[in-house]
């Protein structure tokens, strides 16, 4: 009586086809978030190690970045992906991952074995963003409460919770400000305006929860000044000053609270 076959192995030519085509598709996938990188007038874009780059002007509106973001997701149907934004030397960049992700540290764990320095550094934080909003209340009683207010909670999840791919702290400073947004105010505006550490990848999707109701209206930039906020407005740190000194520039997001119309 003969024996029963073994299972047939996989041939390594199967797996390699099956690779191909995984590679072939990722690299149609860069030419798809190419076309939506044009229109927003990327200046150039490269397809290396499945991740797909695009350089941006200096300043980006959130509009052009979240078309960006929406093509990636478009393409997060057929590949898994994360898409980013981060500076490279003085360049801005989005870069979409079609790579899996490499396995991190279990966040219950690292939030239990740090919880006490966390819920510390989160109070310390809150507390220096309340006397914030409270002094430019006190400065510019016409601001109304209600956009004081949702600056000051943005602000909160834009300090707190906003991280790097490895968990890094990158907001580096920040002010909220009562200014015209753009020239065709009429009145002061509720502005925010945090700087980000040079070189450090932010998750665009966590970046607009964060920004929550104010992922609207505003502009990122590797510039000195923007949408009226310009240095001194927020001065650099002595760290923020060497990076920018070795043509690492920091990142400078300006937004604002959104204004109702007049009933």
Known sequence: MSSPAAPREAAPADVAVGEEEKAAMRADLHVTICAAARDVHCR???FENDVSMHTLPPTVSFADLAALHRAAGECGKRAPQTDYLATCGSDLVFSCNFREAP???DETELLQKHRKRRRDDREDQTTR???ARDRLAKCMSELPTGELDVARNVLVNLVNDLRGTSNE???QSFALLGKKLHTTDDKPRVLIAVRLNAGVAVPIALLKRCLG???CDGAITTENSVSNVSDADMPLSEEARASRAFGNVPVMIVTSAPRKSAA
């Open 169 to 171: 702290i990158i907001v």
């Open 129 to 131: 963003i309340d006397g």
């Open 103 to 105: 396995a991190r540290k």
């Open 213 to 215: 109701p104010c992922w």
């Open 44 to 46: 150039a874009s490269t």
